[in-house]
Structures are given as C-alpha cells and as structure tokens.
C-alpha cells in the first residue's frame, strides 16, 4: 500500500523558514513525478511546486518563485519543499503527491497519491 506522509509543517512568523518533508512508501518514486501543492479554508487545491520524474527539473508557481526550493532524496524515498521568507498567504495545508508518470504538472488530477497534509501557518 502507498504512503506519503507529510512532516514539518507549524506556526511561524513572517520572514521565517519551514522545511517539508514528504516520506513515501510501499512503492519508489524515483522516476516519477511528485508535486507540492496548497489547500486554504474555503479555496481549491493550488499547485505550489513539481520535480520531473526524467530529469529532476523544477517548477514553481509564481508567488513562490524564489522563496521556495522543491527537492527529492531518492535513496530515503523522500520529498522536501524549504520555504524561506515566509507571508502570510502562505498559511495552508499542504500536501505532497505523487504520480505514476514522469512528467511534472500543475493540475491535481494528473497525481496519483497524495498524503494527508502538514498545516503552515504564518502569523505575526
């Protein structure tokens, strides 16, 4: 069965920085690819950050384009996103996923698994 459990999410101030883990298990994902994304109350599922499958390139939606970092570490199976300079608009769960394909995507429908979600909170 496949697992991906998300870890490191809390309560910040502004300007601080989170790392996100993402442990997956019952299957590897080296050649998949695997996806951030962000839930606040009330909004629709955001994509936030992908890593290909292929060739580990990165995306990034705009607004964390500079501030966050999407990474994967093969032999522990894991995913990570460091968030630095938080805002707060950036306070969401967030959630790690997973797909069975190789190319990197943006819309929630293309990924096969996802985890329960770590919340962030960014407040003064």
């Known amino acids: 069965q496949v697992q991906l459990v998300e870890s490191g999410g809390g309560l910040v101030q502004p300007g601080d920085s989170l790392r996100l883990s993402c442990a997956a298990s019952?299957?590897?994902?080296?050649?998949?690819?695997m996806g951030w994304f962000h839930q606040a109350p009330g909004k629709e599922r955001e994509f936030v950050a992908a890593?290909?499958?292929?060739?580990?390139?990165?995306y990034y939606t705009d607004s964390v384009q500079c501030r966050f970092t999407i990474s994967r570490d093969n032999a522990k199976n894991t995913l990570y996103l460091q968030m630095n300079s938080l805002k707060p608009e950036d306070t969401a769960m967030y959630y790690c996923?997973?797909?069975?394909?190789?190319?990197?995507?943006?819309?929630?429908?293309?990924?096969?698994?996802w985890g329960q979600g770590t919340q962030v909170t960014v407040s003064s």
């Open positions: 890593i290909s499958g292929f060739d580990d390139s990165t």
């Open positions: 019952g299957r590897t994902f080296t050649n998949s690819a």
């Open positions: 996923a997973a797909s069975r394909a190789t190319l990197a995507s943006m819309k929630p429908a293309n990924y096969d698994y």
